[in-house]
């Protein structure tokens, strides 16, 4: 069973801080690593990917991925209370041709004033 | 473009009772999918389907059956409901499956 761990939180960070959330999986062969943000009542949309080792970057989004300790992170930078939300990780294996990802639990963010 | 369409959005059922779960893309995307998201949990996969007569299980797929006979539509079908499959479902799709998810805006069933 291939797994992939979330700290369901909440985080509670203030206005203009940094976010860190973090998600850890167990499938070593995983190629592709999604973060998806899920606001309360609504369905799940992608705000960042990252397929090789280190950062990316896009606005106040940076994707951390670490193979070697099967790790990858989220960081918002700046946090508005419009970040709001939870943060789920997805990650892709590559297992006899599967594409289908396995999701984590999700983090809950909550950025205050 | 409508993307992924869930129909309906709402429902709730009688133990034992059936219904299908409605799932359109008008992206000619080849990769669709059934979720089930409950309270505080991510998404597990029931069913998935690569093409056009071409499906397979998920995680989670007790209880349930899909069809795949064209490329647009994915219904989800629940047989004899449970208490158990009280849940937020949602379809999503992807070109190749190895690309991000589009998905629906769900399906909140309760089941009573």
């Known amino acids: 069973q291939k797994e992939v761990e979330q700290n369901s939180g909440p985080l509670s960070v203030p206005e203009g801080a940094i976010a860190s959330l973090n998600c850890t999986y167990s499938?070593?062969?995983?190629?592709?690593f999604f973060w998806y943000r899920q606001y309360s009542g609504k369905s799940p949309e992608l705000i960042m990917f990252i397929y090789s080792n280190g950062d990316k970057e896009d606005g106040r989004f940076t994707a951390q991925l670490n193979k070697a300790s099967q790790y990858v992170s989220l960081l918002i930078r700046d946090s508005q209370p419009s970040d709001s939300a939870t943060y789920l990780c997805?990650?892709?294996?590559?297992?006899?041709?599967?594409?289908?990802?396995?999701f984590g639990r999700g983090t809950s963010l909550i950025v205050h004033p | 473009n409508a993307g992924v369409t869930q129909t309906p959005k709402f429902r709730i059922l009688k133990i034992g009772q059936s219904m299908t779960l409605q799932c359109a893309q008008d992206m000619n995307h080849n990769y669709m999918y059934w979720y089930r998201q409950d309270p505080g949990m991510g998404l597990k996969l029931i069913y998935y389907s690569v093409g056009a007569g071409i499906t397979d299980k998920g995680e989670v797929p007790n209880g349930y059956n899909v069809s795949r006979s064209t490329t647009e539509d994915f219904p989800l079908r629940l047989e004899l409901a449970a208490p158990s499959q009280t849940s937020v479902y949602f379809c999503a799709s992807n070109p190749r499956g190895d690309e991000k998810l589009f998905f629906g805006s769900g399906t909140q069933l309760s089941v009573l």
């Open positions: 997805a990650v892709r294996p590559l297992t006899g041709g599967s594409y289908i990802p396995t």
């Open positions: 499938d070593r062969g995983s190629q592709s």
